[in-house]
């Protein structure tokens, strides 16, 4: 639902704002989305309560009057963005990629739809194609997080279908996702998620920063709310000490990882500093 809350704001908002008065045009749009928020939202408020052939009833009226709404304004980039969103949360992913596409036909302006259609891509094994699209997000709107996670993502996932390609080496993959992670963890520092995948992107690296990456994991145990969490982000930490060779830092901290949920982690990684001692 956060997800939708955004599309509302970056289609809905700047049609209202506009320092002349609104069309009929996005006044229609604009009570579209706004009905179109609020049967998603009372759906996903509705927990057990849910009454799905209802809520099928009104998303097919809401549909018709989408399409209605498009035959009336034809080239309207907003609109076809706004219904090929609604099309891919409902389960038409096809049919809501071509309004996607008629969106971006009429206004290739819109990083929204040019993410959609890169998310649309990536899932259907198009990653050569996705990457221009998350790309081209990026430069319209670069201190969008989520695009840059999202590359980061793509470029992880299939890493070996880039450098078959012949248009990526490895090295190239490796850094422009570590890149990407690294970015969405500055631009987002309220998402958790984003720093902790950024920090296991140091081990995708040929050359790593162990010391940043440390810096990393213990940042994020400052951040961590759980006990669980915090052993958690102690094991990174020791598991990037092994690696940059400070063994009795790693010792230490391993010694302090005390939940039995994290001790296959643990021995996994005294074996291995029991491993390195011996050569």
């Keep these: ?31 579209l989305v706004e009905r179109q928020r609020t049967l998603l939202a009372a759906a996903a ?12 009833t009104q998303m097919q009226q809401l549909c018709q009057a989408y399409e209605s709404f498009l035959r009336d304004n034809p080239g309207f980039a907003a609109g076809y963005a706004a219904y090929g969103y609604l099309l891919g949360k409902i389960g038409m992913e096809r049919e809501g990629v071509v309004m996607l596409l008629k969106a971006n036909q009429y206004d290739p302006d819109i990083p ?49 279908i880039f450098i078959k390609s012949g248009e990526w080496t490895a090295d ?3 850094n422009a996702m570590h890149e ?34 440390l810096a990393v994991w213990a940042g994020l145990e400052e951040r961590a709310t759980t006990e669980i969490e915090r052993q958690t982000m102690r ?4 598991n990037v000490c092994l690696k940059a060779g400070k063994t009795a830092h790693a010792e230490a901290l391993l010694a302090s990882i005390s939940l039995t949920e994290l ?11 029991a491993a390195a001692a011996k050569k």
């Excluded at 956060?2 to 320092?19: D, E, T």
């Excluded at 408020?45 to 099928?56: I, L, M, V, W, Y």
């Excluded at 998402?191 to 040929?206: I, K, M, Q, T, V």
């Design 112 to 160: 929204l739809v040019k993410n959609q259609i890169g998310n649309y891509l990536a899932e259907h094994g198009k990653p050569l194609e996705a990457v221009n699209y998350y790309l081209a997000a990026i430069k319209l709107a670069p201190k969008e997080p989520l695009y840059h996670f999202q590359l980061g993502t793509l470029l992880h996932n299939s890493r070996d």
């Design 180 to 213: 990407g992670f690294r970015k969405a963890a500055e631009l987002g520092p309220d998402r958790f998620e984003y720093a902790y995948r950024y920090g296991e992107s140091f081990y995708d690296l040929s050359h790593p920063d162990w010391d940043q990456a």
């Design 45 to 56: 408020k509705a927990g057990d309560n849910f009454d799905e052939p209802a809520f099928t």
């Design 235 to 238: 094991l990174h930490a020791a």
């Design 172 to 174: 190239g993959i490796d």
């Design 263 to 273: 001790a296959a982690q643990k021995e996994k990684l005294v074996a291995q500093m």
């Design 1 to 31: 639902m956060k997800r939708w809350f955004c599309l509302f704001i970056i289609i809905a908002v700047p049609l209202a704002a506009q320092p002349r008065e609104e069309t009929l045009a996005e006044r229609g749009l604009r009570q």
